[in-house]
């Protein structure tokens, strides 16, 4: 009898439970589409402070500007927490060209970030081809060493997610040059990481490990296609290019941290967040200022709704992401070493495009937990769902047993900006940028709710 | 011991023939993901050719500039259809402002499709702003009479998807004129469909029905809000605005038709379309370059892969959606006369965006079929399928029983370009727009080999 009465009641309360859930949901998307201050914060930080590579005055300024922000929303505790990051300079700007019947060529060019300079004058040689690191091989010393290692494989237009498709040529960027080096090449450029053809060099992470130290640089994607054209009739073209960037010594920085503390259990920690440091070409809108614009406007919509979390939810701006991650990791070292009890992180690091899901870093339990919001967000357009992967920033908290949760938004348009001197303000629409932060509001509910 | 034979052997050949279809739909994707034409196209339509409405020349060089890319493709059948339709004129620039402080503060206008012209030297008086058709009746005759009525209704924020938010705000557009004219008004302006607040009029269509003829326009969002903020402080504003469009003799136009003839059962039809016509102030980029270019692109990826289709794939170019719909009524009135039996009709109307479903007008058994596919369609980002509203053009196809399916990408940007000048073709990212084209091929592949 209890039992069946149980039965019976149960579903009821479930029902009411996520009628509520959902009234309160409506309201978070309503309060950030029609008063949220996303938008205007990050044209703030776009347009007025703009590129922020770690150790730059723009990053300095970042810092300030954010903690400011956060402060005059009365978040509960705004502070800063102390960061020592890479600090590597692009120097003056960068020029390329290849020969092609007695003509020069120009390229649209960018150092990859953390790369050597090439000599004062310049770096000119015989570029050669390849398409991936086995092909490399297969050439060896005998047909690289002394030239120039073009690589050219495109990222794939037929992966649905550009995420995957990025993952698939990507290495070119990452190890190109010390796979070169190790065949005597003598300096490498890259086809950007770019799905569109056009004139934009996207810069980016590479790293030295073994081989010599070359120079290497992206060149934009229309530039690889003629290049290779022309390397069809002419292999033994002549490839130009010079960039005086250098890495300094580490710089003192800071990840932007601000929360309202639980009223129930206040030791347990919701984060949510974004990366405050952008590559030097651009703007840094969507990458990741919409991010970081978008976790503060998750708890001032909190905070205008007068909702008082049972947990404490902590946005953190993580610094570095792009060229260390010293902030994510200094943020789980000492999250570590307090033994803070990070239940959920959530980062934006996908663009501030329009909201499509969460991927989920977890055990098959957490998983579960959060597939079964779906029908409260997909409402919402938020249908993927599950696992998936989460976020760089928040990734180290994983040693912590927190689980990790990446929003999700429409990967289509994303890497047409990203790392480029394209990715700015105006590429931004309100309208998306607020879904994702609404999106992300009400997970941060749902989950401050659970149990 | 038949019956369980076929219990058994059912789910069996039901997944052989998902995984076929699945297989077949990848093909799809991979065919207009690398090697679509759909963006090469639809530059040209934007860039060369431009403004398309009803009667003008870029109208008539639309329709022969996509029959000769239909012929390019070597599809069965290529043709146009005769269609009657309104010729509206926008005439020389509009021009308009409001005298605040002595000064003049100059206002983005457009005339609305439709309107009458103001008269020669333009239309000066007092301005009144009001929210709806109530409000506008409680002032009634005394205090409407020999004014300019500004409908300042926004579009509302919160509705998540923008085509709600349009539906809640277009009765300014089309019926604000007739209605101030029955208490006496001289003119109309109204608030742009717009969800940003930006500088550009968007154009529509109007209609008079009683009461008299007034010139209506649009102006654009910054400007009627910088108007209603004058309001407030300056209740007796003069506005001025000049503009001297008309209507001129119905014009001869033409619906651009191809086809693959069905190799089993060819007397049924499968449309997919879109409509050619524009308003005259953009290229008509979102407002249907994209879907006119998404639907060669069906038939173009069909038949690149090889596909020979069991019923007849007909691709229809509709003139006059805008201010009109003749080619969407002849187009139903010809296929009811000949008897024609086609069984599905999908529109993309909505703009180039990423997919996100479709939308179906039918009976519970016609929906439920099409819902039936998520399983197949999901992958590709396309979860909201179900009832919906279909598209202008294919609507009068319901009278034939036809089933109507509007394709329904992202909605977050549409009523940013809708009906304005900025609807240009650089606001199209590739990607959403071969996304959407595989999408349609997909659905119109699946709903060929339905039953």
Redesign the interface.
């Known amino acids: 009898m209890l039992k069946a009465l149980f039965l019976v009641l149960l579903p009821t309360v479930m029902v009411f439970a996520q009628n509520q859930d959902s009234i309160f949901i409506k309201k978070i998307?309503?309060e950030t589409?029609?008063k949220g201050e996303a938008y205007d914060n990050l044209r703030v930080l776009c347009k007025s402070i703009g590129p922020r590579l770690s150790g730059s005055t723009g990053a300095k300024k970042a810092v300030e500007y954010t903690k400011k922000v956060m402060e005059s929303y009365g978040f509960d505790k705004v502070f800063l927490q102390d960061v020592t990051v890479p600090h590597w300079t692009r120097g003056s700007k960068e020029e390329a060209y290849f020969i092609k019947d007695g003509k020069k060529i120009n390229v649209p060019i960018a150092a990859l970030g953390g790369s050597v300079a090439s000599s004062k004058s310049g770096l000119m040689a015989e570029v050669i081809e390849v398409q991936n690191f086995k092909e490399l091989k297969d050439l060896g010393e005998q047909k690289i060493k002394g030239k120039i290692v073009f690589f050219n494989r495109p990222m794939d237009?037929?992966k649905?997610n550009?995420f995957e498709a990025y993952g698939g040529a990507v290495d070119q960027r990452g190890g190109g040059a010390s796979q070169a080096a190790q065949y005597g090449a003598v300096g490498v450029i890259v086809r950007s990481m770019n799905?569109?053809n056009d004139d934009f060099p996207h810069t980016g992470s590479m790293r030295y490990a073994g081989g010599g130290m070359i120079p290497a640089a992206a060149i934009s994607t229309n530039a690889a296609n003629e290049l290779s054209r022309t390397l069809k009739s002419h292999p033994r073209t002549q490839f130009y290019f010079k960039q005086n960037c250098q890495t300094l010594a580490d710089a003192p920085s800071h990840n932007v941290i601000g929360e309202i503390i639980g009223s129930e259990k206040p030791e347990e920690i919701i984060v949510v967040g974004g990366h405050l440091d952008s590559w030097d070409l651009a703007e840094g809108a969507h990458d990741d200022g919409t991010g970081c614009m978008q976790s503060i406007e998750v708890l001032r919509t909190l905070k205008a709704l007068g909702y008082k979390p049972k947990r404490t939810i902590r946005v953190v701006m993580f610094m570095n992401e792009e060229n260390g991650l010293k902030g994510g990791t200094t943020y789980a070292d000492v999250a570590e070493k307090k033994k803070e009890k990070h239940l959920y992180a959530i980062e934006s690091d996908s663009g501030g495009f329009?909201p499509?899901g969460f991927g989920i870093v977890g055990n098959d339990n957490q998983v579960n937990a959060l597939t079964a919001f779906k029908p409260l967000l997909?409402?919402?357009?938020l249908?993927?769902i599950g696992r998936g992967s989460g976020g760089a920033d928040i990734g180290p908290l994983a040693k912590t047993g927190t689980v990790i949760i990446g929003f999700k938004p429409?990967s289509?348009?994303y890497f047409?900006y990203h790392h480029a001197s394209n990715d700015t303000f105006e590429t931004v629409?309100?309208?998306?940028l607020e879904?994702g932060a609404a999106s992300m509001a009400a997970l941060v509910y749902l989950l401050d709710n659970l149990n």
């Open positions: 998307y309503d589409l029609a237009p037929t649905i550009t799905l569109r329009t499509r997909s409402p919402y357009g249908h993927e429409d289509q348009r047409d629409n309100k309208r998306e879904l």
